[in-house]
């Protein structure tokens, strides 16, 4: 099976008196097809972890490969285009453009790869469907609830259909049930192959995913596997 | 294992750019109307003062063209040491015969003879008015229109007549000579017959009360001394003509004769609003840098707000020439509005003074080009370094802000 992602030894400090270890030498390997929980306190470096996972960020030091690819060797234009066509992100915040409707914000997902508004959009109106939120394509961004924000946002990140998918406590600012909801989805495209990495603040929902990682102190302190969902 | 980096690199088409571009206008219509409003009014300002100095400098132009640019004066010098000066009494045949010249017209002046509404006026207060005897065919050397009445003609009739210049009526309250006039022209009543138009060319006219010769003789103290010489001459060979006419009207003394060119005068006002007209473009300058510095300062905060959205972009697979791209886009759009604007607003600032005037509406094409080239160039300016600092945003650092 091929490595999906593949840490080893990964530092990142922020220069500052005295500097911060946000991670203090990570080994992480996540195959393809993977559902993975990350946990653990505030400041622990889970999403410091998720933004160099996602070549946001560069490490200090140690190596980063992203499906087998050593991201050091890679520009940051090539970077980018790695986000572009091969990761998908989700936020606590969401991040919807407000000026945008659901739909169009989906088709962002794409905008990147240089593919027509055109087809854009006929990829998104599948990918609001997945979600549930087909009658909602031509509300504006702003006009929605929280799930349904966070259901856009998700759709957004699957549009391109992306080998990986990062969601940084995607049900942070949602209540329990709803944050189940968004769960579910995450599972779906999981079933479907996509690699997924959630990071969760919520025991109960990181006890359903098949594998969890608990940080601390910028470091991995527990690794297990869990009962498969 | 090297698929990942074998793929296609991030791309963003120009019409998706245009759209990104335009999404802060759209999302703070009126921060962007407002910030686009200083080039507006930059530009505004300089396409109207083009316009109206070029609608004014085409009345003008058609103006000379109606009055004729072919006609000369010719006087005698005057000034300290030599007197009031005179022609000599030959010197209107002398001058018709140069060949260039078209028609030749003289005039007098009866001096001690002023213009007075009636005779109780003590003499002293003139008005600036004066006593002009002429020739009957002045009006058309002059080129010139009767607001009312008729000219002076040959046929002098038993009673003195007198046809008034524009200033001369105007000062004496004579709008018309519907109800017989007279007025007292120092030694005698004389009858108004006709009011001219004013005279572009020629502003002694138009504050003379004008008599005919004969009259001039036999009413008023006229020596038939000839004071100015107007004539015409064939537009071609004006320079010649005017080279001819002092030792041709003066044989004797040609540097006593002074010949000038009255619709030089009037060319000489259109190159004073240039002066003007340089002014206003100064300050329309000085309203685009300001407006130019709004859109820099309205950027700036743009990107402060938005890192949000940039940490996205970037998320997305923007690079960071995309983000830079975005927001010189936005700059170039704020500026591109403001220059339509103001394009528009100086079209309709010319319009209207020009409709008031009676000019022609004219905006010429450069300052149509011109102003939207600056504008653009501003904005273009104004944006480079807001765009800048938003492609420097970490990606990170944008993502954890809320
Ligand atoms: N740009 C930065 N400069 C300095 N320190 C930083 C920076 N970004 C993060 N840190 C620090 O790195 C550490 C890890 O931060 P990180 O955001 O990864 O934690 P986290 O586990 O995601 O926490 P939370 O659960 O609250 O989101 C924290 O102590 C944080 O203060
Ligand atoms: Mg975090």
Redesign the interface.
Known sequence: MNRALHLEGVVKTYPGTPPVHALAGVDLSIDDGELVAVVGPSGSGKSTLLHIMGTLDRATSGVVEVAGVDVAELSDRDLSALRAHHIGFVFQQFFLLAGESALDNVADGLLYTGMALGDRRAHASDALSRVGLASRATHMATKLSGGERQRVAIARALVGSPRLVLADEPTGNLDSRTGMDILGLMEDLNLEGTTIVVITHDPTLADRLPRRISMLDGLIVDDRLGVPA | ?????D???????P??MAR?AG?GL??RRLRSILSALGIMIGIGAMVAVLGLSESSKSDLLSQLDALGTNMLQVQATSGIGLGPGTLPDEAVAMASRVGPVEIVSSVGSVSGANVYKNDLIPDTQTGGLSVVVADPNLLETLQGMMADGVFLDEASPDFPVTVLGSVTAERLGIRDIETPTVVWLGDEWFAVVGIMDTLALSPDIDRAALVSVAAAESYLDYDGVVGTIYVRVDPSEIDDARNVMPATVNPENPDQVQVTRPSDALEAREAADTALTNLFLGLGAVALLVGGVGIANVMVISVMERR??I????????????IAVQFLGESLLLAGIGGVGGVLLGALVTAGYAASQGWDVLIPTVAIVGGMTAALLIGAVAGLYPAMRAARV???DA??T?
Not at chain 2, 1 to 5: A, D, G, L, N, R
Not at chain 2, 311 to 319: D, E, K, S
Request: aromatic share 0%.
């Open positions: 294992m090297t698929t990942v980096v793929q296609a690199p991030s791309r963003l088409a019409a998706d990104a999404i759209r999302t949000g959205e940490g996205l972009r970037r998320a997305l697979g923007a690079t960071r020439r995309h970490s990606p990170t993502l954890r809320l």
